[in-house]
């Protein structure tokens, strides 16, 4: 046959898509729907944080604000009430800061070093712990409150900063163990064998070999310790006491208190304030969801 | 000299036996392969041997010392696996120099096993770069280089072929192949692909179920398996096997209506604990007559030819019995044929058929 283009009769190339085909609109229409559906609070929130109270109560919630006023946020910072003290949700926030740093750190590096030994190290009992801890996963919260109040009390620990962060140490240590176990499982075991027969011991291999490699699961424990701690209300009620309440609690008291008028706009600014955080962590912890770190060390 | 020294070797898992009182004895400069089906036991071999296991029975003596309890790195072993293993974080230069850094060694001496190791592998360029820049055989170059800077007495390696493909394949076991003379050090090797064996291997321990079958030259497993399984491991095209029964003297063996003559046998058949035998003949001893020769050839049916470029292969059928047979790629034979075969005796292998063991 020579080189000559042949004429091609009938389909050729790409096949031709339609951009308002059926299937597209029935995706994009269910996704547009959804997505009001959970943008739509968010921007009341917002709106209404923006307008002063007069603005407020004339009940269009949907409106845009006619006059943009930052007053709420100041005042739901820096001069809401909660009881006696009128300095706003900034101290519950510097409270929640020092709760979620220390808890996440802690917890994150128990677990990852526990997660570690069950994969790799098989010792004695090995499954039998593991069992355990994961049954601790599944026992409701509130029926380890009490023993715990106690515990804590007798530690003399009942109501200060570092009880609660034990609290929370412990209580992520399940599901954090099971997360770090499972992705040391799934790497390479040949890795593991090679590192022992170059002489490394227990903690030379978790530093220099297996943490190296497990950026995306630290960052998934940490959005996941992040955001389950700072939204914590349970605990944070629990064991503190007004000075040292975290942000959570504080935002409660704040909205309901009974007193005085409903200021909608204080109460709007200070929800969107106390969840700016995880969503912060959110946004900046999506960039480092880099896969394929571990590529490379097995057949590529 | 002994160098590496297995016990009465046991290893279990749970209620399951992998190895049982297993015994092998490798000499110094030694190349061993341990060759054998998956799941046989070989691989959990070298891993006693390395101490990445924990033996349940039996010892292991490297180097004349008694190794049984000691850690992978008090061994005195270097150790190279299928999947390559590299650290995906370090350079090239940073995967040679951990282990030497994890014991200590002095920088100076560090910088010079590693260029050492580099030279030898020719991966002097690669230092600086990162695992996953590097080719297959690249990184199975380096995965070799990390085991050699332990400047060790006993080298393991563990199927570390099978990753790449057939091309660097034959590269780098012609180059295992020249190290291993170079250095002339312990070398045991797990494989499941004969050529390597047959190629490298000063001795192939043939293994099955936890047991080791045959452990010979290559020439003596090739030639003289010591039982059934054994010769239809070992080479391929495989082996064909005629069911049959042998002569009460010994010096014919009848197949259906074929009879052959044994005269030239290299073997002792008349040890068999009854007739029924099996002959086991390779491909290429199979000499293909196109006119009957009496008293010589047996008739065949030529089922299919397969050209391999080199040489033919035909697939014949005989008495019921399925035979193969090697031919030279320029002689031209016709499927449906009727073809007639002469059997090399003095090079084929007689199988008890109760103890399956060679006579």
């Given at each position: 046959?020579?080189?000559?283009l042949?004429?091609l ?6 096949k ?9 609109i029935f995706?994009?229409?269910t996704?547009?729907v959804?997505s ?8 009341v ?8 109270m007069p603005?407020?109560?004339m009940g ?25 003290n ?5 101290r519950g ?5 020092r709760?979620?740093v ?5 917890s ?7 997660g570690?030994a069950?994969a790799n190290w ?11 801890l ?8 509130q ?5 715990m109040?106690i ?17 929370h140490?412990?209580?992520?240590m ?6 770090f176990?499972n992705?040391f499982?799934?790497?390479p075991?040949e890795?593991f ?5 170059d002489?490394?011991?227990?903690w ?9 490699m497990?950026l995306p699961?630290f960052v998934?424990?940490?959005?996941l310790q992040?955001?389950g ?7 944070g009620?629990?064991f503190?006491k007004?000075?040292t309440?975290p942000?959570?609690?504080q935002?409660?008291n ?7 008028v409903?200021?909608y706009n204080?109460?709007?600014a200070?929800?969107v304030?106390?969840g ?9 912890s999506g960039?480092?969801f ?5 590529a490379g060390a097995?057949k590529? | 000299m002994t160098?590496v ?5 046991d290893?279990?898992?749970?209620s399951v036996e992998?190895?049982?009182?297993l ?17 046989c ?7 006693c041997?390395a101490?990445?296991?924990?033996v349940?029975g ?11 309890w000691?850690e992978?790195k ?14 995906p ?5 940073g995967n040679?120099?951990f282990?030497?850094k994890?014991?200590k060694?002095?920088?100076a ?10 030279e ?5 360029d ?5 695992p996953?820049a590097l ?5 199975q ?5 990390r ?11 563990d199927?570390?072929?099978?990753n790449?493909?057939a ?5 780098l076991?012609?180059e295992?192949?020249r190290?291993?003379?170079q250095?002339?050090h312990?070398?045991?090797?797990v494989?499941?692909?004969q ?9 192939i321990a043939i293994?099955r179920d936890?047991f080791?079958q045959q452990l ?6 090739y030639?003289k ?8 491991f070992?080479g ?5 096997f ?7 003297d010994g010096?014919?063996?009848t197949?259906g209506?074929?009879?052959v ?6 073997g002792?058949?008349?040890d068999?604990s009854?007739?029924n035998?099996?002959l086991?003949?390779?491909?290429e001893h ?17 089922d ?5 470029g ?11 019995e399925k035979?193969?047979a090697?031919?030279?790629a320029d002689d ?9 075969m002469?059997f ?5 292998s007689?199988?008890?058929t109760?103890?399956e063991?060679r006579?």
């Amino acid at each position: 046959m020579s080189d000559q283009l042949m004429a091609l009769d009938g389909a050729q190339g790409p096949k031709p898509k339609k951009r308002f085909s059926r299937r597209n609109i029935f995706i994009y229409g269910t996704l547009i729907v959804v997505s009001l559906y959970y943008l739509l609070p968010l921007y009341v929130m917002i709106v209404t944080s923006l307008k002063g109270m007069p603005e407020v109560r004339m009940g269009n919630i949907f409106s845009p604000p006619v006059e943009i006023t930052f007053e709420p946020w100041v005042k739901a910072w820096a001069h809401a009430c909660t009881g006696l003290n009128c300095d706003g949700l900034s101290r519950g926030f510097w409270n929640s800061v020092r709760i979620t740093v220390p808890s996440v750190i802690a917890s994150i590096a128990i677990a990852s070093v526990n997660g570690y030994a069950l994969a790799n190290w098989r010792f004695k009992g090995a499954n039998l712990f593991f069992t355990i801890l994961i049954f601790g996963a599944f026992i409701p919260y509130q029926v380890m409150i009490y023993p715990m109040v106690i515990i804590l009390r007798e530690m003399g620990l009942y109501t200060k900063l570092g009880g609660l962060i034990l609290v929370h140490t412990v209580f992520g240590m399940p599901i954090l163990t099971l997360l770090f176990r499972n992705y040391f499982s799934s790497m390479p075991e040949e890795l593991f064998k090679a590192a022992r027969v170059d002489g490394a011991g227990f903690w030379r291999i978790y530093f220099k070999i297996m943490l190296p490699m497990s950026l995306p699961i630290f960052v998934v424990a940490i959005i996941l310790q992040v955001t389950g701690i700072w939204n914590d209300f349970l605990f944070g009620v629990i064991f503190s006491k007004p000075e040292t309440y975290p942000m959570t609690v504080q935002l409660n008291n704040i909205v309901n208190s009974v007193q005085g008028v409903k200021e909608y706009n204080v109460n709007m600014a200070a929800t969107v304030l106390t969840g700016i955080v995880p969503l912060v962590i959110y946004f900046i912890s999506g960039k480092l969801f880099v896969r394929g770190i571990a590529a490379g060390a097995v057949k590529g | 000299m002994t160098n590496v020294s297995v016990r009465q070797l046991d290893l279990r898992f749970g209620s399951v036996e992998v190895l049982k009182n297993l015994n092998i004895e490798i000499a110094e400069g030694e190349f061993l392969v341990l060759l054998g089906p998956s799941g046989c036991g070989k691989s959990t071999l070298l891993n006693c041997i390395a101490g990445l296991l924990d033996v349940s029975g039996g010892q292991i003596h490297i180097s004349g010392k008694n190794v049984t309890w000691a850690e992978p790195k008090d061994r005195g072993i270097g150790m190279v696996f299928q999947s390559y293993a590299l650290y995906p974080q370090m350079t090239v230069k940073g995967n040679l120099s951990f282990g030497l850094k994890t014991q200590k060694f002095s920088k100076a001496e560090i910088e010079r096993r590693v260029n050492e190791a580099a030279e030898i592998l020719q991966i002097k360029d690669l230092l600086g770069r990162k695992p996953s820049a590097l080719s297959g055989g690249q990184r199975q170059r380096v995965a070799i280089g990390r085991a050699l800077v332990r400047d060790v007495d006993v080298y393991l390696f563990d199927e570390p072929l099978s990753n790449l493909d057939a091309k660097l394949r034959t590269e780098l076991r012609v180059e295992l192949k020249r190290l291993h003379n170079q250095l002339n050090h312990t070398m045991i090797y797990v494989t499941h692909d004969q050529i390597e064996a047959m190629t490298l291997a000063d001795r192939i321990a043939i293994m099955r179920d936890g047991f080791i079958q045959q452990l010979a030259d290559p020439y003596t497993v090739y030639n003289k398996p010591a039982n059934l399984f054994v010769a239809g491991f070992v080479g391929s095209p495989g082996m064909s096997f005629l069911d049959g029964t042998l002569s009460e003297d010994g010096t014919s063996f009848t197949f259906g209506n074929a009879t052959v003559g044994m005269g030239d046998y290299d073997g002792q058949q008349n040890d068999a604990s009854s007739r029924n035998v099996k002959l086991g003949v390779r491909p290429e001893h199979i000499i293909i007559h196109t006119e009957a020769i009496e008293g010589v050839t047996i008739a065949a049916e030529l089922d299919i030819v397969e050209a391999l470029g080199s040489e033919s292969l035909l697939w014949l059928t005989s008495q019921g019995e399925k035979i193969s047979a090697l031919v030279n790629a320029d002689d031209e034979y016709e499927a449906g044929s009727t073809v007639h075969m002469e059997f090399n005796i003095g090079k084929s292998s007689l199988f008890d058929t109760k103890t399956e063991k060679r006579l």
